[in-house]
């Protein structure tokens, strides 16, 4: 699930040498997250329930973790902020078990693009719950970015699939899990994945039991490079976002969209149709422009 989530610069800003180095990383990010998406597609086709996949995908990543922390991990267990934390956790594996679930019914450009809708709707969770000020600007960006993903669901249209509801309800989960990672900026960066990483993996253990099916030997590097792509799509974000400054790195995160269409029809021989394209466009311009309002805003023009 290729979705960006910022996390706290430094005050000084970064040199144009880190500036471009921040966008590589996101970008090589955006291209494992994809990748990741994928070959959970692929597992799902293969007859494996999300539970079990996100069971394996978050486990494999919360047995990296450990390791890296290991010498340090008394200290980073500790956060000021526990019960914020496991509602991060919590709304980490809401969205990646609802992505993955849509996966079964419809296609990874189609699920791309209604997940990409996740930072208006942090814009708008932030007015509203963070108190950060939001002007009909955005509010009109915000909309928009809805229409289009409306666009791609085409509810009320004999094309419709239920099933894309699903990756709208996991932007909102994703959405909700950003606005609490803003709470928690007390609690350092390793902190916080440990942690949500760590309850993300204990809550899929509570239903991955009882949807569990033997994994054949043909499929266990599609398990194991799950959870690697995952993993490693995760420590260039944070890296990206640590070198460089989050408005000028995060509208590449959008490439996703090209990366969803291309393992789509590569992999599973699907096309993404007119409307799928016309919304993601949509869901695209909509997010630059509420980004773009952003980073005005942070430099001191009025929302």
Same mark, same amino acid.
């Given at each position: 699930m290729a979705t960006l989530q910022p996390e706290p610069l430094p005050a000084a800003r970064p040199k144009a040498s880190q500036q471009s180095l921040g966008i590589l990383a996101l970008l090589g990010s955006v291209f494992l997250f994809t990748l990741m998406d994928a070959t959970g597609k692929h597992l799902t086709q293969a007859g494996y329930h999300p539970g079990q996949i996100v069971w394996c995908r978050m486990a494999l990543n919360l047995g990296i973790v450990l390791l890296v922390l290991a010498p340090r991990l008394r200290r980073v267990v500790r956060s000021a902020s526990p019960l914020l934390q496991v509602g991060r956790g919590l709304t980490q594996l809401a969205s990646i078990g609802l992505f993955f679930t849509a996966l079964q019914f419809i296609g990874l450009a189609e699920a791309t693009a209604i997940m990409d809708i996740n930072p208006v709707l942090i814009t708008l969770g932030a007015a509203l719950f963070l108190g950060e000020s939001i002007g009909p600007r955005r509010i009109a960006g915000i909309t928009v970015a809805l229409a289009g993903a409306m666009i791609v669901i085409r509810p009320g249209a004999g094309v419709f699939q239920p099933a894309a509801l699903l990756p709208l309800l996991g932007a909102v *989960?994703?959405?909700?899990?950003? +606005?609490?990672?803003?709470? $928690?900026?007390?609690?350092?960066?390793?902190?916080?994945?440990?942690? *949500?990483?760590?309850?993300?993996? +204990?809550?899929?253990?509570? $239903?991955?039991p009882f949807v569990w099916q033997p994994i054949a030997p043909g499929d266990i590097w599609a398990f194991v490079a799950l959870g690697l792509f995952g993993t490693l799509a995760q420590a260039l974000l944070i890296r990206?976002?640590?070198?460089?400054?989050a408005g000028a790195i995060a509208p590449f995160g959008y490439t996703g969209l090209i990366w969803a269409a291309l393992w789509g029809w590569l992999f599973f021989g699907a096309v993404p149709d007119g409307w799928t394209v016309t919304g993601a466009c949509i869901i695209v311009a909509a997010g630059l422009y509420v980004w773009a309002r952003e980073a005005q805003a942070t430099h001191g023009s009025k929302p």
């Open positions: *989960s994703y959405a909700a899990g950003a +606005i609490m990672t803003r709470m $928690v900026r007390g609690d350092g960066i390793a902190t916080s994945i440990l942690w *949500s990483t760590g309850v993300a993996t +204990i809550g899929a253990s509570l $239903v991955a990206a976002f640590a070198m460089a400054e």
